[in-house]
Nanobody, 123 residues
């Protein structure tokens, strides 16, 4: 069992940066792949970024080059550095995790989810 807790959301202006963090319980988090997803008002949940247990990353086209996902296995955390934020990045951001081989861009395949953190970008 893994519990996830996101932090770092807030209100910023367009062009500014935020860093989200997801803290995981459990001593085996290093063996988990993790992802960030977001849900904007009135929209479906969408994939943002993911990092495999081995450290390789994947990004949605809409954030590639602006967002960077990283992990610190010693601290059991995964972070999402978000630069050059746009109003369309406004959403609740969720951290998710799962062990094993699966499609890391597919939210339906993750086993564990955090409660989410609100990111609001004003124009």
């Amino acid at each position: 069992q893994v519990q996830l807790a996101e932090s770092g959301g807030g209100l910023v202006q367009a062009g500014e940066s935020l860093r989200l963090s997801c803290a995981a319980s459990g001593r085996t988090f290093a063996s988990y792949s993790a992802g960030w997803f977001r849900r904007a008002p009135g929209k479906e949940r969408e994939f943002v970024a993911a990092i495999r247990a081995g450290g390789s990353t994947s990004y949605a086209d809409s954030v590639r080059g602006r967002f960077t996902m990283s992990r610190d296995n010693a601290k059991n955390t995964v972070d999402l550095q978000m630069n050059s934020l746009k109003p369309e990045d406004t959403a609740v951001y969720y951290c998710a995790a799962r062990r094993g081989i699966f499609s890391i861009t597919a939210g339906s395949q993750y086993d564990y989810w955090g409660q989410g953190t609100q990111v609001t970008v004003s124009s």
